[in-house]
């Protein structure tokens, strides 16, 4: 596990919630910030604040070091073989929405497939709804085993020569599968088709090497990872992204403009129109900095430690349903207790200082699939400790208890 000094790095998780100390168990939805990213932040914007690549003078040759050093970071962490196959973005629903924009509107026909999985987030299900209407194409879907994994048999059956375009998450935000992406990008490259891989559960979490995935696309949130909010990157292969065209246009992203034509810069600042996110990127820089520091091994061990703990002590929870495999999943629990809503099991934990996510998870598909219209979610990350758990599963009980004939 890793130490519960880790914790004492994250200001916000020093405070009372409702007369309690705060447990904060919605990762998976926004992570905490440690020390060093709200103090990067801070240093940006009160030494360094300026625009990036147009600038000679002081600030803004520092700021633009930091800008593209942060991309530098990226790549790094995530294994791309090129800084220019790094683009910033606002988050993973940018990105998702870029190559849906972009590149699927240069390979879709009429006819052409897209295949997804039921377990996607409605980022990448509603891009891709929209590319299938806008090209004729049509949506498939890897079927679901019971326990919500994929089978990489189905993936075999699914995948076919007109298949264009596989969109898939690498772990489900409420399932916590962890899909087979190596696999499953094999077997669309065997039939042509390129792989986009939606990574805001994984890249928090795991150690993510693109290039021995071998997908196309990669897509990421920085506040899932420490970072902070409005910060993301897309990492699509330099070939790829060198015959696609940008979906945003005006400054920055421009080479020459005439009255009547005009040409874009090279990659990666053709697809990053505008002012980017610059003080974003440059705590997301130093998020990375501290995930690989704690190191991503590390990460992944205490999270599937917490989460084994964490099924284990609340599967014994009686009329407590838990949803998703037992084995081989990421740092996350979604369950139902009894036929309590969860928008009220949520209401009564943060009474009692316990942050958790109640809802559809932007997962209707899936919701459907499991026969629930919402589940409550209890994620985990690097911050948690068992005794969080410990203190999950004392409030579950209270709850249960509060509802009585609610249950069952």
Not at 226 to 234: E, N, Q, R, S, W
Not at 346 to 353: E, H, K, R
């Given at each position: 596990?890793?130490?519960?000094?880790?914790?004492?790095?994250?200001?916000?998780?020093?405070?009372?919630?409702?007369?309690?100390?705060?447990?904060?168990l919605?990762?998976?939805?926004?992570?905490?910030?440690?020390?060093?990213?709200?103090?990067?932040?801070?240093?940006?914007?009160?030494?360094?604040?300026?625009?990036?690549?147009?600038?000679?003078?002081?600030?803004?040759?520092?700021?633009?070091?930091?800008?593209?050093?942060?991309r530098?970071?990226?790549?790094?962490?995530?294994?791309?073989?090129?800084?220019?196959?790094?683009?910033?973005?606002?988050?993973?629903?940018?990105?998702i929405?870029?190559?849906?924009?972009?590149?699927?509107?240069?390979?879709?026909?009429?006819?052409?497939?897209?295949?997804?999985?039921?377990?996607?987030?409605?980022?990448?299900?509603?891009?891709?709804?929209?590319?299938?209407?806008?090209?004729?194409?049509?949506?498939?879907?890897?079927?679901?085993?019971?326990d919500?994994?994929?089978?990489?048999?189905?993936?075999?059956?699914?995948i076919?020569?007109?298949?264009?375009?596989?969109?898939?998450?690498?772990?489900?935000?409420?399932?916590?599968?962890?899909?087979?992406?190596?696999?499953?990008?094999?077997?669309?490259?065997?039939?042509?088709?390129?792989?986009?891989?939606?990574?805001?559960?994984?890249?928090?979490?795991?150690?993510?090497?693109?290039?021995?995935?071998?997908?196309?696309?990669?897509?990421?949130?920085?506040?899932?990872?420490?970072?902070?909010?409005?910060?993301?990157?897309?990492?699509?292969?330099?070939s790829?992204?060198?015959?696609?065209?940008?979906?945003?246009?005006?400054?920055?992203?421009?080479?020459?403009?005439?009255?009547?034509?005009?040409?874009?810069?090279?990659?990666?600042?053709?697809?990053?129109?505008?002012?980017?996110?610059?003080?974003g990127?440059?705590?997301?820089?130093?998020?990375?900095?501290?995930?690989?520091?704690?190191?991503?091994?590390?990460?992944?061990?205490?999270?599937?430690?917490?989460?084994?703990?964490?099924?284990?002590?609340?599967?014994?929870?009686?009329?407590?349903a838990?949803?998703?495999?037992?084995t081989?999943?990421?740092?996350?629990?979604?369950?139902?207790?009894?036929?309590?809503?969860?928008?009220?099991v949520?209401?009564?934990?943060?009474?009692?200082?316990i942050?958790?996510?109640?809802?559809?998870?932007?997962?209707q598909?899936?919701?459907?699939w499991?026969?629930?219209?919402?589940?409550?979610?209890?994620?985990?990350?690097?911050?948690?400790?068992?005794?969080?758990?410990?203190?999950?599963?004392?409030?579950?009980?209270?709850?249960?208890?509060?509802?009585?004939?609610?249950?069952?």
């Open positions: 596990m890793i130490p519960a000094e880790i914790r004492e790095l994250f200001p916000i998780l020093k405070q009372e919630v409702n007369g309690h100390p705060l447990v904060y919605d990762s998976a939805a926004t992570s905490q910030k440690p020390i060093q990213v709200i103090e990067a932040l801070k240093h940006y914007y009160e030494w360094d604040n300026a625009n990036v690549h147009r600038g000679v003078h002081t600030l803004g040759s520092r700021a633009t070091d930091a800008y593209e050093g942060a530098a970071k990226v790549a790094k962490f995530i294994g791309a073989a090129s800084e220019q196959e790094i683009i910033f973005t606002r988050g993973t629903t940018t990105a929405n870029i190559v849906a924009a972009s590149f699927a509107e240069s390979v879709l026909r009429e006819g052409d497939e897209i295949v997804l999985t039921p377990m996607e987030h409605h980022s990448n299900l509603i891009p891709w709804q929209q590319a299938a209407k806008k090209s004729g194409a049509t949506l498939k879907y890897i079927p679901l085993q019971a919500g994994s994929i089978s990489l048999a189905d993936v075999e059956n699914t076919t020569d007109r298949t264009k375009i596989v969109s898939i998450v690498y772990v489900s935000n409420v399932l916590g599968v962890i899909n087979p992406i190596k696999e499953i990008a094999a077997i669309a490259h065997k039939h042509g088709a390129k792989i986009m891989v939606d990574g805001a559960q994984s890249t928090p979490h795991m150690k993510v090497d693109v290039q021995d995935l071998d997908c196309d696309f990669y897509a990421l949130s920085g506040h899932k990872m420490c970072g902070p909010t409005g910060i993301g990157a897309l990492y699509g292969k330099k790829l992204l060198n015959n696609m065209e940008p979906v945003e246009f005006g400054g920055e992203m421009i080479d020459h403009v005439d009255l009547y034509e005009s040409t874009w810069k090279e990659l990666p600042w053709k697809f990053e129109g505008g002012t980017p996110m610059i003080a990127a440059v705590g997301l820089g130093a998020a990375i900095d501290f995930l690989t520091e704690v190191g991503m091994d590390n990460i992944y061990k205490h999270d599937v430690q917490l989460t084994n703990y964490a099924l284990d002590r609340m599967m014994q929870i009686p009329d407590l838990v949803y998703g495999p037992t081989n999943r990421a740092g996350l629990v979604t369950f139902n207790l009894g036929d309590v809503h969860p928008h009220d949520a209401t009564v934990l943060d009474s009692m200082g942050a958790v996510r109640a809802g559809h998870h932007c997962c598909p899936l919701m459907r499991l026969e629930q219209s919402s589940t409550a979610r209890a994620s985990f990350y690097l911050y948690n400790t068992e005794d969080d758990v410990d203190r999950l599963v004392t409030a579950l009980l209270k709850t249960k208890e509060y509802f009585g004939d609610a249950i069952g």
